[in-house]
């Protein structure tokens, strides 16, 4: 008999547990570990130049007043740096719906309702057995007039209103560095295919003024075929190489279209002619690089500053989502009249209505 109530007992246990499971919140675990790198003890190719050249602006590496021309409308209209910009414009305004939605809310309301309640209910028998004052009956159906202010305020008790507010304030951050990054690319790309633009137009004109010069060579040797100091098959040697580099010229060409064509797109505008100089190119001048110190390459990197502030907002949003399985608590409170009759809606204090609750 005793074994028997002791299985009864175990199994209201269980049944109990079981009961209880759904209401336990799972518990989010953060990884967290070591990771080791095997790093240099030395930094090399350090610069003998004094400062750090990833402080300096785009402007202060080129001379060349059409390639600044072509870096600022680039940055002015490229497709992708406008959409970086609505992405900054959209993570600050979600700052401000985070902020928002920390502060009270308020709420203007008004309503206009009739309702007819049964004559054997709570209500209906209340009506029928109260009047107005000496002589006057409730209407029927009964009307309802209602005006006034509404505030509700949740009590940020487990912090995730605020950690989700500095959730958008980082990755606000993260889109800005996600631009700087982009204006990097961007710049560099840009500077990039122009100089390579100059090397082609410089390679077309050595290749035009080699031509002219093969052309002569031909001519010569033709004279001396004619002397019978060469033959034919010096001749036609001279002809297949001047041939071969016309042919180049074409290639070259196309070359220069498909780089136009690159930076017009990267500029974002259709496709148009490149102002440049090309005599420039053979007197251009690279500056020298100060790299600075490791610690200053990765301070002066966008997309790492990006991951960092990306990874801060990855470990705020595993708090707010713990947050979410604990209770929340509000305040909630109004203030206005309400009446039957509109022209007893101002009347005070009788039309007075007010609630509070927590």
Not at 224 to 241: H, Q, T
Request: charged share 25%; aromatic share 8%; with cysteine.
């Amino acid at each position: 008999m005793n074994t028997t109530k002791t299985k009864s007992l175990n199994i209201l246990w269980a049944l109990l547990c079981l009961q209880l499971l759904p209401a336990c919140a799972p518990l989010l675990q953060q990884a967290k570990g070591v990771v080791e790198l095997d790093t240099p003890t030395h930094f090399q190719h350090q610069s003998k130049e004094p400062g750090n050249t990833a402080e300096m602006e785009w402007q202060a590496f080129f001379d060349d007043p059409q390639l600044e021309a072509l870096i600022d409308n680039a940055l002015a209209h490229n497709q992708e740096v406008k959409i970086a910009m609505q992405n900054i414009h959209m993570a600050n305004n979600e700052i401000a719906s985070r902020k928002g939605e920390y502060a009270p809310f308020l709420s203007f309301k008004s309503s206009a309702e009739v309702e007819k309640a049964g004559r054997y209910t709570r209500n209906g028998a209340v009506e029928a057995n109260t009047d107005i004052r000496p002589g006057e009956e409730f209407p029927d159906p009964l009307p309802n007039f209602m005006v006034g202010l509404f505030a509700s305020w949740e009590l940020d008790v487990w912090k995730r209103l605020r950690n989700a507010k500095d959730v958008a304030v980082f990755e606000y951050m993260a889109t800005v560095e996600a631009r700087k990054f982009l204006v990097t690319q961007l710049v560099a790309e840009i500077a990039n295919s122009y100089y390579e633009l100059m090397a082609l137009d410089n390679k077309l004109k050595n290749l035009e003024e080699n031509i002219q010069i093969q052309t002569q060579v031909v001519g010569i040797i033709r004279k001396l075929k004619e002397a019978a100091r060469a033959n034919e098959l010096a001749v036609k040697r001279f002809e297949a190489e001047v041939q071969k580099n016309k042919s180049q010229v074409y290639v070259i060409r196309q070359a220069i279209a498909e780089t136009e064509n690159k930076l017009n797109y990267l500029i974002g505008r259709r496709p148009q002619p490149i102002v440049r100089d090309a005599t420039r190119f053979a007197s251009f001048e690279p500056k020298v690089m100060a790299n600075g110190l490791p610690s200053q390459l990765l301070n002066n990197r966008p997309d790492i500053k990006q991951a960092e502030h990306e990874l801060e907002a990855t470990d705020l949003n595993v708090q707010v989502a713990k947050a979410k399985f604990y209770p929340s608590f509000g305040m909630n409170a109004g203030l206005g009249y309400q009446a039957f009759n509109p022209l007893y809606l101002v009347s005070t204090p009788q039309s007075l209505t007010y609630s509070l609750s927590v």
